[in-house]
């Protein structure tokens, strides 16, 4: 395994950061959850692949969750979404070379890893409200009657992560290209 650099992994720790203030500045009504939080999980993994994908999925949302509830048995329900994203994503990013584009293959992965996020955390759910909640009787009824509106939300985030990753991918690729040279010019300059 290829080690990680100083600079990865400071990108992994904002993107985790990130990721932790926009699931803070979630919009939620009952068990419906609108939020970005999955942003910066897809970038890190667009970015870097699949290991950093899941560590920014993991860390920003377990940090999250802590924040918001602090640590309860269900915790890993909600954190085990966004590392599989995370792993996905970046797997997918791995298989196109990490050359993102506008286009439908970024948007059938988007839209896959939406409708990835979105089972697992149904999953989560019913989960939470059976076994942790007691609560079975309304739960299955809630979870269908909900499910049109979180794919409207789906379809809503793949439309706007397609046009904003592409270029949002090139800016932080130039940005850490930029940071790396001169990196690399001031370690030589001490040196000499």
Known sequence: M???SISRITYDAVLAAICVVLGYLAFNLGDFKFTFENLPVIVAALLFGPVDGMLVGGLGVFLSQMIRYGVELSTPLW?????VSGLF???CAKGMNYKITVGWKLSLILLIDGLIVTSLNTVSLYIWHNFLLENSAATMLSLIIKLPAKIAVIIIKVAAYTFILPPLLLALRKFSKEINE???RSIEKDKG
Not at 79 to 83: A, E, K, L, S
């Open 182 to 184: 001169r990196t690399s």
């Open 89 to 91: 994503m970046g797997l």
């Open 2 to 4: 290829k080690k990680m």
């Open 79 to 83: 954190v085990i979404p966004y590392i």
